[in-house]
């Protein structure tokens, strides 16, 4: 017992290794459910899309565990719902993430099947068919739903058609139409190498071993490093800027309301984390929810959220309300922004902001998945192996001032980019 | 045996206790995190609603954090964000509970907030008011997912008499007619020690805790919340359907049967039998949809979307105190018709019936239930959950004794249950059948 205490104080202190190939294997061991969390984080999100096809990423990741050079789909499923696995293939813009959570007693073959599907998938003629009708199916969908709708709107206003982030990452049925076997093949071998692979390893399985197990598996793949993507820079917009899009058909309206903010590394980000918070996040989504939500009555959800990156990812306002309701939700948002801007939190909203985030860590850090998830963060942003003792120093030495300024900078509402989309035709200001 | 694993399938180290006042109390003491979790259970949930009514106990659900005698209204946020907790709270059919996970040491926050919402919240006028358009806010949230719209119709199709029929959310005409004194009432009547169980679990130390509970909440006096209107659903005679016509882009399939309550024997061959059609999900509400199932090689999925019929399709057995209804759900891939989809699915549910399942299918729906057991049991957060969820509809030691349940179930016990649970006489179907938006050509393309 009192070791297990004493682990918070001494930090996760996961383990790294650096394969000669350049595939970097996270470890972390921990003995509370017999299984292991195995994460695959692959630089090879939609950010890496071919210039003239959208979608060719998100399309990998739905034929990426189909079949490989010696394992037909069947096969691959059979192994693995054989064994209670399901893996998880997950995009975002810049990662392309394959996750499953195994009994102990399946780790050397689950991490060998693993192996195989990273590493040579064939995506098959037949698979690559099949899954375009899901792929076209998604797309149509996200057209019917207000949310998508206006979250893929604001991010194309906030980008434009040339920076990665302001194209659609599940492309159009158009570009499904146009993507084959030979165009995933071509992305494959182009981005998904040793040297953009992190694999993460946290559970019932001691490092040294589970080191070893992911070396057999991935330690004879070779493939010269590849080119990262370079992201071209970003015009902040000088001038407010609003687009509706009537969906009629639909019972409520979603509101997509953002900045475009900070890469990760820039030396702000921890106020620019702790300005999010208490604007869009602490308790039932910061001063928005206080406003919005309890004391008006206009939303079951209003928050905010910050994706500073590699590229300077958007900070971003949701919020559903009824359609009558439109003009004063966003009325609210930009009154809580003119506040934020003007006189900056209080000292006591920036006390309580980093009690909250210093304290969510051992929450954050209790299961396996979460452990992986953090390690992978760790490892995408280089943030260091000692991260999570350090993150409470890091925020601590954040002022009022710093948090102001990051508002000042962020979140003047002349300068925002507002998307509205559901059954409301009128017009915003 | 991890520690986890251990604390979920041992029933010996959960202490019961019940208080004078009728509060029963589990505690269960896990030293792998420096965390501790409290659920606090009540046997209310959308069931226990009357025509007039019917959502009315989520909106009490959401009353319940809006302020008490001793939390004042601009007070209830960070108790708990001040340990870096998490807190929230849901409502369904048979159950209203609300929990925290935070440090350990905000362990006695957390039993004061709990003792508050049970005792005395105050359901300020205005704050009723504000929460009416919150929660309608929340049902057209829903509506604007066909896949959920469809689940609504198909849920008040397949029951004729019992209360599970009305969503949780509530009809919207109820909604907007209830009164403040309605929540009241409702809240008064059901938010007693001797109607709810208190759960705790983590790194605590059990004897110092009941304690804290005692010193909390032994000083709640019981209530009586009376006779709830019972009644038992009437078997069904034929197979009913409803449409959908609505715009949209993509069509929706959904078929129900009546399934068996979680006391039923039938209920752990049913959880076999949904592993085999569509994957093993587990059995935690609050944690299972978060993983999605080995699916893969599962007959429905083979069938529907490897064809390139669907895009997707999921099943749906969850524990529930009466028989609820098993749904198998599917989304059309683009261009399929949903009757073409629904004359696949039915006949491989015709087929299950018909022919049962293989040794083989049986031998790996057991090894991927047993697998998900392990995983949706990952934190103390999901084995609290469980302790209580079992203890609100039937009894927390049915629980542990789960894995075991599962394990003896047979090949013939699925067929017998595929049979007689599958008949096209228990079945409803629903249909969500796109017509193109009139204003199509102004989306973004």
């Not at chain 1, 998880?88 to 810049?94: D, E, G, K, W, Y």
């Not at chain 1, 981005?191 to 992190?198: A, E, I, L, Q, T």
């Not at chain 2, 034929?238 to 068996?260: C, D, N």
Request: one cysteine or more; a negative charge; proline letters at 5%.
């Amino acid at each position: 017992m009192t070791l297990l205490h004493a682990a918070p104080l001494r930090g996760l202190s996961p383990a790294r290794e650096v394969l000669p190939n350049g595939l970097v294997v996270l470890t972390k061991t921990t003995a509370v459910t017999p299984a292991v969390t195995l994460n695959a984080s692959i630089r090879a999100g939609s950010a890496f899309d071919p210039p003239s096809i959208d979608g060719v990423a998100h399309f990998v990741s739905k034929v990426i565990d189909r079949g490989t050079d010696t394992r037909s789909a069947d096969q691959i499923a059979e192994e693995l719902d054989g064994r209670g696995v399901s893996l998880a293939v997950t995009l975002t813009r810049q990662l392309l993430s394959l996750t499953c959570t195994c009994l102990v007693e399946d780790f050397d073959v689950v991490v060998a099947l693993l192996s195989d599907i990273v590493r040579m998938p064939a995506f098959p003629v037949e698979e690559v068919r099949s899954r375009r009708g899901e792929v076209i199916t998604l797309i149509k969908q996200d057209e019917d739903s207000p949310a998508v709708v206006a979250v893929d709107a604001l991010m194309a206003m906030l980008y434009g058609q040339v920076h990665p982030y302001g194209r659609r990452s599940r492309g159009t049925v158009e570009t499904a139409e146009r993507i084959d076997s030979a165009v995933l093949k071509g992305f494959h071998a182009d981005h998904v190498r040793p040297s953009n692979v992190s694999l993460a390893i946290v559970g019932d399985v001691e490092s040294g071993r589970a080191l070893d197990v992911a070396s057999a598996a991935f330690g004879g793949w070779t493939a010269a490093p590849s080119p990262g993507v370079t992201f071209p820079a970003i015009a902040a917009s000088p001038a407010r800027r609003t687009r509706v899009v009537p969906m009629m058909n639909k019972s409520q309206t979603d509101i997509a309301y953002g900045f475009t903010a900070i890469t990760r590394a820039d030396p702000a980000y921890y106020a620019y984390s702790l300005m999010n918070n208490i604007l869009g996040q602490y308790s039932l989504g910061g001063r928005l929810g206080d406003s919005i939500r309890e004391r008006q009555g206009m939303a079951y959800y209003v928050f905010s959220s910050l994706d500073a990156n590699v590229a300077p990812g958007p900070l971003m306002i949701r919020a559903g309300v009824n359609p009558s309701n439109v003009e004063r939700a966003v009325a609210s948002i930009d009154a809580e922004l003119t506040s934020l801007v003007a006189d900056g939190p209080t000292e006591q909203e920036v006390t309580e902001s980093k009690q909250y985030l210093i304290g969510s860590l051992p929450r954050t850090l209790e299961t396996n998945t979460g452990i992986a998830a953090f390690l992978q963060t760790v490892e995408f942003f280089g943030l260091g192996l000692d991260y999570d003792v350090r993150v409470p120093g890091l925020l601590r030495a954040i002022t009022r001032d710093d948090v102001h300024e990051a508002a000042r900078r962020a979140v003047d509402p002349s300068e925002a980019t507002v998307v509205v989309a559901g059954p409301y035709d009128g017009s915003l200001s | 045996m991890a520690t986890l694993e251990q604390a979920a399938q041992s029933g010996s180290t959960v202490r019961e206790e019940v208080l004078d006042n009728g509060l029963r109390v589990l505690i269960q003491e896990v030293h792998t995190a420096p965390l501790a979790t409290v659920w606090a259970w009540y046997r209310v949930g959308s069931k226990d609603e009357g025509p007039g009514l019917t959502g009315v106990s989520h909106w009490v659900e959401h009353m319940n954090f809006k302020g008490s005698t001793n939390i004042p209204r601009d007070k209830v946020k960070g108790i708990i964000e001040q340990y870096g907790g998490y807190w929230n709270g849901y409502t369904w059919i048979d159950q209203t509970t609300y929990t925290e996970t935070a440090t350990r040491d905000a362990l006695d926050r957390m039993l004061f907030i709990e003792a508050e919402r049970m005792g005395a919240c105050l359901y300020e006028p205005a704050e009723c008011e504000s929460e009416r358009t919150v929660i309608i806010s929340e049902l057209q949230g829903g509506e604007n997912d066909p896949d959920q719209l469809l689940d609504q119709e198909l849920t008040a199709t397949a029951f004729r008499a019992h209360t599970y029929r009305h969503p949780t959310i509530g009809w919207l005409a109820d909604l907007q007619t209830m009164t403040r004194d309605d929540l009241y009432g409702h809240y008064r009547r059901f938010y007693v020690p001797n109607n709810a169980t208190l759960v705790i679990v983590g790194d605590v130390d059990t004897t110092a805790t009941m304690r804290d509970v005692v010193k909390h909440f032994g000083k709640i006096q019981p209530g009586d919340v009376g006779r709830r209107a019972r009644t038992k659903e009437p078997q069904q005679l034929g197979q009913r359907r409803v449409t959908i016509s609505k715009e949209g882009t993509t069509a929706y399939l959904k078929i129900a049967h009546h399934a068996p309550a979680v006391a039923d024997a039938d209920f752990f061959p049913m959880l076999v039998l949904d592993a085999v059609m569509t994957g093993a999900k587990g059995v935690n509400l609050w944690a299972s949809f978060r993983t999605p199932p080995p699916q893969r090689s599962a007959r429905l999925y083979q069938a529907l979307v490897n064809t390139g019929l669907a895009s997707g399709i999921n099943g749906g057995l969850v524990p529930t105190q009466e028989p609820f209804v098993y749904t198998i759900s599917a989304t059309a891939t683009d261009g399929i018709s949903v009757d073409r989809l629904e004359e696949a699915a039915v006949a491989e549910v015709e087929r299950v019936r018909r022919e049962g399942i293989t040794p083989q299918e049986l031998r790996k729906a057991k090894i991927q239930l047993r697998a998900r057991l392990v995983f949706e049991n990952d934190s103390i957060t999901n084995i609290a959950h469980q302790l209580g969820y079992f203890e609100t509809i039937a009894s927390w030691r049915d629980y542990p004794s789960m894995a075991a349940r599962i394990e003896s179930v047979t090949v013939n016990d699925v067929a017998r249950v595929a049979a007689e649970r599958l008949r096209s006489a228990n079945r409803t179907v629903g249909w969500f059948d796109p017509v193109p938006s009139v204003d199509e050509n102004s989306r973004p393309q």
